[in-house]
């Protein structure tokens, strides 16, 4: 039980998790790992305005299309388990009750990594709480004082996944995870989002621009692989190894 691979994605938005990090998603699935994503909210004010281009439109009905377009990309991804916290969007509800209920769900699926968004997003503040927000929780969940008896959370790293506009973002990679074995699940995963087809060919040319850096930094002509598609991460805190590669 305790050898259970897990990870835990946290999306400020129904769609974020799957243009920016659906590749890491599906392969972790593909190695073995149990992957949750819990969305917030459904980006159902902020991030749905085709939808609400639609004559007759209304909250519930963008929020029910949202979370089914995030069902099927999940489903798509190979996802373990979605949950949706519904906690409202521009802005989130990210309360003292909405971060007692994610730390709840970091100590139940006790991560081997986490991964958010970026620090700093002036273009989406919903996106850089979320970030503030997972670090937060996950303080609250190693601390042996916090509903005690409860088991309390390691030490897993936190990725935060590229954003929109990177070079406005102040986010900068260092982790690039190959996901080209994986690429067709997670554009099967973009395609699910209908609301949004003006971002798939964007997110695609980041996949392929990030597989381009993974070949220039894996080591001569990439190592002789030939990594097409890529997603790049930063990690917040620093790896601990028994020796250096
Ligand atoms: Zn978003």
Redesign the pocket.
Known sequence: MSDKKTALVI???S??FVWRAGGAIALHQKLGYEVTVVCLSY?ER??SAKLWKQAGMTLEKVKAERRTEAENAAAALGVNDIRFFDVG?YPLDLGRETKDRMVDVIREVQPKWMMS?SKWDPY?T??MNTTQFALECRMIAQAWGHNPGQKVLGAPQLYLFEPHQTEQMEWKPNVFLDITDVWDKKWAAIQCMQGQEHLWHFYENVAENRGNHFRRNSGGQSGGRNAKYAEGFQAIFPQTVDELV
């Open positions: 999306s400020a938005h769609a974020d980006g902020g991030e969007d968004h989406n919903d996106h």
